[in-house]
Each structure stands twice: as C-alpha cells, then as structure tokens.
C-alpha cells in the first residue's frame, strides 16, 4: 500500500460510524476531505445499504442531511473540506443542535503545522460550531500505531452514540490531514472491535408513577402535543386521551391531528381570547414533544398556575412559557403504556365540552372559495395523499398550517423548529424526499429563493418532490407585526420584494411547473402531479382575509365567560 | 416618545459607528432586528453620505460587505435578526478574520428569558462566531439610565476602533432586544461624545533601521510582493525597487504587475524547476502582503536559508514556509519611505539576470490562439479598461491569473485569499461594484453555482459588474491533483457536474447574456458590455494545456545550473 495507515484508519474510522448506524453520507467535494470521500464512496458501492450524496454547496449539503436525519431520526454523516466549507455548516447545525437531530459532522483539515500561519484554506477549526454542536472531538487518521487504530474504531462509534443518546444532537469529528490525501483504493477494510449499546429507556420510579396516577385521578387534564418528529408514542397518547377522555390539543406538527380526540384549532381560539371559559379551563396540564408553533397557546401557558407536567427526556425544562411544574423526563412511550394501564376511564364532559367548543369554532371559519394563502392549505390538507409528507417552510407557512391544517388524511408533517429560520428549507425537504414516495413542500418565495441551491439536489437525484410556492413577492409575514407602521422604510427592509420569475427558476432546475390563480386550477395541478406549483398571493390581500377571520372569531367567542 | 430607551440608544449605537467611519450597513430582513433596521434607514435618508443595502440571504450578505470592506478599506456594518440568521455570516467572517477586513456585525438576538429555553428563533449567539471575530460584545439597547447611554456610545465606536486597529478584522455586537421592538421614528438623534483618534504608525526604531540598512547594502535582495488590498505603499515599494535595482517579484494580488522593476511570471517558473539559478539566488528576499497565490514560490521558500524580512504590522509571522527570520513590524510606507532615502544606488546586474530570465521564460510561453482557461486571462489583460476592477474566484482562476495575468494596465485585482473559499465569490463581488466604474468578476461554474444569490444584489441595485464564467462544468481543479488517478468516482465526487444553464441563470437576473466560443467572439462580447459572458472549456482539454506549458518550461529552464 502505498498510504497504508491513512487508508486503513481512515477505514477504521468509516466501520466505526457505520457500526452504530450512520448508513447514509453526505459530501461536498474538495481536496483535503479526499481519502473520507474516496473511501465512503468505495464502501457506498460495496454495500447496497450505504447511500452518498454528493452536494457542491456545504450550506444546503448540511441541511440536506438534516432533513435525512430528522425524516429518518436516524444518525447521518457530513463530509466537507477545510476553511469556509466547514463553516458553511453552522446554520443547519444550530437548527440540528435545537431540534436534537442526530449530525455526524467529519470537517477535514489543514494540519497543525498549517493552521493559523497564513496557509490557503485552513481557517482554525478548533471549537468553530462553539455551543452549536454536542461535541467536538479531533482525531489523526495519519498517526501510526496499534494504539492509535483501535482508538479511532472507538472514537467514532462513541461519537454516533454521543450523538444519538438523548438530548441528541450534531458533534463535530475534526480530521487534521497531511498530503499526501490519497488513499488506496481496492483495500479490504480492517476488522475494527465494535461496540453493542442495547437500547436502554428511562422509566418513572413506580412511586413517582402512582402518585402521578393518583394527581391526574377525577382531574380535567388538558394534554398539548407540541412538534413530534418520532412517532414512537402516538398511538398511545391516542389511546390514554381516548380512555381518559382526555382533550389533546395536538399542533400540526404533532401529526395527530384528525385523529382520536384531538382538537385542531386551539391557536385560533387563543388568538381571539386570552382567556379560556370556565367550561374548557383545566386542572392539570400534560405537555407532550417540543414548543407548539402557536405562540397565543404559550401565551396563554404563561398565566396559568395549575400543575404542567412537561414530558421527556429531551425536554430540559425548555419551556420559554415557564408553566412547566413537573418534569417526567421519561421515555414518553413507557410512561404512556403506563399510565394506560393503570388509570381508569374518566369523566367525558371535560372532553365534550372541548369538542363543542372547537366544533363551534370550526363553523365560524368560512373562507372565502377564492386561492389564497388560507384556502391553499385547505387544498393540501384534502387532496394530499395519505401517508405523504409535507415539509412546511416557516413564518407564514407553518402558521398557516397551524391554523388551517385538521388532518384529513394521516401524513407526516416537518418543518425546521428548532431555529425556525427561513434558510435552508428547500434542502432539508430534499432531504426527506430522499426515503421515496409522495413528498410536497409548502413554502414562501424568500424562502425559496434564500435556498434555490437546493433545488439542484432535487434534479441531481431525481428526487420526489411537489413544491408549492406562495408568492406574494416578499415577506408577508411583516405586514402582521408592528412594523407594518414604518411605511416610509416598509418594503425596502420587510416587504423586499425580489420579483423572481418562478417559471424561470423551475426551468433551470428542469421541474415542471405551473401558475395557479383559482381553486381549481391549484387542484388540478396538485392531482397532475406538476412537480413546480406557483400560487400567486398579494400580501395586502392576506393581511385583510386573516384579520377578517380573527376579528369574526372574536366576536363570537368574545361573550362567552 | 412611545419606546423612548431603545429609540435613544439605538441611535447613540448607530452614531457612534459613524463618528468612527461606518458609512455603509447591510442589512438583511428580519424582526428582532427592527429598531436597528428601521433608525439605520430613517439615518440613511438624512444623511447623503450614509448607504444602505438590503440583501435577503444572510450569507451573500455577509460577503457582499466583505467586498465593500475590501475594495474601499473601510469599515462596514452588517444587521441580522436572531437565529441561524446570524450563523450565516460565519463563512465571510472566517475570511474577513484571516484578510484582516474591519467587519462589524450586529446581531440581534432574543434576550436571556428567551434564550436556550424552547423560545423560537433563539440559539445561543454568546461566543457564536469563536476564533472567527476579533472581539464579541454584548449591548443593552433597552437598559435605561445615563450610564449605559453613554457605554453604548462609547462602546459602539470602540468596536469600529477595534476592528480598525491592526491587524484589523471583524467584531461581533449581540443585541439582545425584548419586545417592543418598534422604535419612535423622526426623533432627533443624542449628541454622542465622540472619541477622537488621530492616526498612529508603528515605525522601526532609528537604529533597527540603520542596522537594516547596513545589512542590505551590496546584497542582492529579492523583494516579494504578495497580495495586498491597500495602495499606501504601492509606489514607494516600486520606487525602492527601482532605485536599488532589486527585482520585485509581483503575485497577481499585488497590483504592481506591469510597472518598474516587476517579475510576473515566477510561479511558472517554480513550476518548471525548485531551485533558483546561481544567477537568481538573493542574498536577502523582503516580503511584503499576504500569503502569495503560488504554492511553488512558497515550497521554494521553505527551502531557503538566506535572511528573509516579513514587513507589516498586519502579518504576525504568518508565514507557513517558516522562512522568515526577521519580522519588521512596521508600517510599510513609512519603513519604505525611510529605507528609499537611506538606501543608495545598488548594482544592477541581479536585477537584469532576473529581467533576462523572466524575458526567456515569456517567450517560451506560445499559447494557441484558441479561446481556452489561459488565453481567456490574456484576453482580460489586453483589454480591460484602466482603472477597472477585476475580482477573481479562488480555485482555478485565481491560478491561471496568477500565471497569466502581466498587468497590460493598472488595474485593481481582487480574490478572497484569506481562507481561499469558492463560496461568496459573487456577493463579494457585487460589494465591490458598489464602488461603481468598470468591474469585471472571472469565476468559474460551480462557483458561481455556490454563491448565484449575490447575482440578486446586482439585479437589485443596479451594480455594474461583467461576469466572465469559465464553464468547464465542474470542478476544473481536481484534474490536476493526485484524486483524478481514482477514476471510478472522480466524476461523482470531484468533477461535479452541474449541468447549469448559464443562459437561464443570466435570464432570471436579467443580465444580458453570451457564449463565446473564439477569442474573437470573447473580444467582441467585451467590448459590447455584455453583462454575462460563458466562456466554454473542457476539463480534459485544459489539464492538457497546462501540463504542454509547464512541461515545455522544464525542458527550456532545466539545463541551467
């Protein structure tokens, strides 16, 4: 061999991380990221259960693997060269850090000896994601030595389950590499000593959990499931709200919703009143996944005084409400199977009283039957197939979805809620269309236009997704806040309209595309499979439509006490 | 006054950064940000002087104000809300660390109640940027009370004053800000007591200078110029050069090519063989700038035992040959000036040996006459006006500059050659055709992929800027290092190809637009102005160029001892 210790630590290094479970690489090219790319990509075509992905722009290649990681809930690799490339990384490893998804980040990069000393291309990569990662560990796949070998095969499955022990999150494996980089290639990897990590939860003590059983026993208990990304609990959160009759107010990002006892359209309710009736007002609160998208509901979180419980061993007390009284930071399906089986059924009026009031609601909401913001979430929430996904893009968009989404078919809803930046989403969406099947993006045209780049992995890849872009020309989420008020500085700093001719955009990424102005032609295209749909929305006109449909809400459910 | 605290201090931050030189902020979209967009752009219409720019995408953003940083040397301010909004600027303060460009940057973030606590929007921005910014501060808009009033005026200039010191570079200002955000508009901003710095040069010491002196006298010394955005010194460097007779050898960056006693073509010349001529060899080498763009001059220096001199207060023993021996860390015009006024006449036979073998090695350089990689630099070099600005993307422009470009007119050149990124080559080129004049941007195709959302700030305002994209679609430079050899996965993992329509890309931005497929045809389309010129090349083609031209040097350059 002509590098023998590069290429077999490198191996090493690979066998490691595929050991706990990294399947899946994403890789930005470049030179000294050599030997980890070659090597991955030899492994790739050796084992049909590998897959790579080559994306030229870090930033969206971070985001991409994101959206692998967070659809998959399944730990993924980056790979990158040194210098600005890695720093590329930051954005999607800020959301990765708050939304606890699992990044394997291997930055390759200069050695010592080039570091800080005016060498090309090596910025100093010691602590570059600083608090944004879990870890950040260095290891030197060049550094001969038996020792040295059975470290690395250590180093990086630890860092997988680093990684993926909870609160999950991205860690950072910085590789200082010396030319020469290329390794051989056609070497049987070497057996590296792999790690077993039987899954291990944590319970409740059996007496915390029966003196929680007895709290909650002849309570309202009003549960909130907040952004779920792991469908391990569902159907029992399901099940114990049945039994108990429970009321679940599930956020669209819960993907509950249509389901069971789950009320859909609580933010709408707390945007017409801070205050609940006396009839829907709980004894106990049960706080399930990570913050609700609805800001009223936490809001309304803030005034209360009766117990919450926040559910989780991901949670931490990350409750900006500061409502939490209680944490059961426990595996939420255990606890959930639990409580199942030893609470009794409870009385139904609690939840009655809910579904009337929702119900009530619910018939308030009559949108006029033209396309527009609203009606375009109607539209997806009928006609996308069930078992689809739906990556939703934020600021307008997911409060949209908030709002307007019931659920009418059982899909999987995403959005990035860990930063809730509008950067990015078009690559994290490409990266869930990576597992097949029918996938749709909702999103704004800043937003796409802020991660066109990650169009380029849809048409690389041949990958599965409908994006809907609502284009009303700028940010129409500003036209809602006080800013609004600065009409002489308005859209030159808010509005920014970019007037991007979308026809243009799905052109260059070869994605069929189709403008839509009514209900049916959006309908249309939806069941046409256009794979570029362009909905066209004036922000005044969105402004007027929500307020006209709030203030119809507040005087009809402003009387009641 | 309805938000009385914030409207004062936020302008008192923003006239303290003016007191000290920021005239120009860039500001991307957002809430938190408001008060501090909104006092920024109410200044902006008052004051003539002042410029504003809004830029959607962070990144680009942050790069667009590293250009304007560099080309004009000045400080410039950046404005972001919370979030992964702020992580973006990281890859353009990673190179405006290592360049040495003043950036100063306000993010704005959630304050403590919403940090690392679910709130949304809100990631831990303390330290964001690590090693990457100079100095991280923190400011209290909202904090009420004399005392604080005055440490935000104080402070805000010290920042500037910070990040203008040498060796220069960009400084963070977290802006933690609570609701309201809508600051009172049409109040007249505080006097702020201003600070005042007269300027200040480090000098060497009288004796250090006759000492150095003396240790030139008689030698033959070698004088390196590497890149260097700042023209103080030009002259003088030339007029010592001139006056003692000793050759200068110029990178591409140095923007001396083409004038008095300059070598251009050196990095060909180490190309062709690693040691010097006994007729060559200095007795002395003096450098000035940054890191030269040629690898080969660098290994050379490695190899060196004469006394070499690093000049500049800005350069901290960057040097990665470790050749240096002395540093002189000094001013460059004043230890110029002092050393053109002691330094007598020297012998001028080194120099003509040099000018003999740059003249030999110019002659063996028969380039076809074909349009290609190469013979587009010539083409730039014969014709582009006087006084225009060309920006060159790193990777393979940058080298083919180095190696082509003679300086046929004065002319300013520009490339990120801090951390040598091909990322925000576009933004960092759209700030410097903010300048106004004849710019000229040379890059290649994925590059230009990279960073396409700088393309939207031309579109915007309007900036002059003519695009030279050399389409070899793909990474060009990987065919010429050691990973071409690994045949079965180059294409995937370092060729790349895009597949970009450059005519669709030019269309979307409205630039006009042309391939060229001839010199002719290139020539003709830059004496039209055309905005956005496709240069065609073929990856294959071009490696067997280069490698005719440096092997066709060996075999003239070789013989000589």
Same sequence: chains 1, 2.
């Avoid at 084992?47 to 992905?53: D, I």
């Avoid at 319970?203 to 391990?232: C, F």
Wanted: negative net charge.
């Amino acid at each position: 061999m002509q590098n023998e210790t590069l290429t077999l630590n490198t191996h090493r290094l690979i066998s490691g991380l595929i050991a706990q479970g990294v399947h899946q690489f994403v890789i930005s090219p470049g030179s000294r990221s050599t030997p980890v790319a070659l090597l991955i990509a030899e492994r790739v075509q050796q084992q049909p259960a590998l897959r790579l992905f080559v994306d030229v722009d870090e930033r969206s290649a971070a985001f991409f693997a994101l959206g692998m990681a967070k659809t998959q809930q399944v730990p993924v690799a980056l790979v990158c060269t040194s210098g600005t490339a890695a720093a590329e990384y930051l954005p999607a490893l800020a959301e990765a850090r708050l939304l606890h998804i699992p990044l394997i980040v291997l930055t390759t990069d200069r050695p010592l000896e080039l570091t800080n000393i005016g060498a090309p291309q090596a910025i100093d990569q010691t602590e570059l994601y600083g608090k944004q990662v879990k870890q950040s560990q260095r290891l030197e796949l060049q550094q001969p030595g038996t020792t040295n070998a059975d470290f690395i095969a250590f180093q990086s499955q630890r860092s997988v389950l680093t990684a993926m022990a909870l609160p999950r999150g991205p860690i950072q494996l910085n590789l200082p590499l010396r030319k020469p980089l290329l390794p051989d290639l056609g070497v049987t990897p070497p057996q590296i000593k792999t790690v077993t990590v039987p899954q291990a939860t944590v319970a409740l003590a059996p007496t915390a959990l029966t003196e929680l059983a007895g709290q909650l026993q002849g309570k309202r208990v009003l549960l909130i499931a907040g952004p779920e990304e792991d469908s391990a609990y569902r159907a029992t959160l399901l099940a114990l709200s049945q039994k108990c009759h429970w009321p679940l107010l599930a956020d669209s990002l819960a993907n509950l919703r249509g389901r069971g006892a789950v009320i859909s359209n609580f933010d709408l309710l707390f945007q017409a009143r801070t205050t609940l009736p006396a009839a829907l007002q709980p004894d106990v609160i049960i706080r399930f996944g990570s913050t609700p998208v609805s800001a009223p509901l936490m809001t309304w979180l803030e005034q209360q005084t009766v117990p919450l419980y926040l559910v989780g061993a991901q949670r931490q007390m990350a409750d900006y409400s500061r409502a939490t009284t209680h944490v059961l930071a426990a595996d939420e399906q255990l606890l959930l199977a639990e409580l199942l089986a030893v609470m009794p059924a409870q009385d139904a009026t609690y939840l009655a009283n809910w579904q009337q009031y929702a119900q009530r609601l619910q018939t308030k909401l009559t949108v006029p039957t033209e396309l527009n913001e609203v009606t375009s979430v109607q539209v997806l929430d009928r006609l996308l197939p069930a078992t689809s996904r739906l990556f939703i893009s934020n600021s307008m968009p997911i409060r949209d979805v908030e709002d307007f989404y019931s659920g009418q078919a059982v899909r999987e809803l995403y959005c990035n809620r860990g930063a809730n930046g509008i950067d990015g989403v078009v690559s994290t969406a490409a990266g869930m269309a990576t597992l097949g099947g029918a996938n749709y993006l909702l999103i704004g045209d800043l937003a796409l236009f802020h991660d066109m780049n990650g169009l380029m992995m849809l048409r690389r890849y041949q990958l599965p997704l409908t994006i809907v872009v609502i284009n009303n020309n700028g940010g129409g989420i500003f036209s809602f806040l006080p800013q609004a008020a600065a009409t002489d500085y308005f859209e030159d700093l808010f509005g920014t309209p970019q007037a991007l001719d979308l026809a243009q955009v799905a052109a260059l990424y070869q994605r069929s595309y189709q403008k839509v102005t009514t209900l049916v032609e959006f309908e249309q295209a939806l069941q046409m499979q256009v794979q570029f749909i362009e909905v066209i929305s004036q922000r005044a006109d969105n402004l007027q439509l929500h307020r006209r449909l709030v203030s119809c809400l507040k005087q009809e459910l402003s009387g009641d006490d």
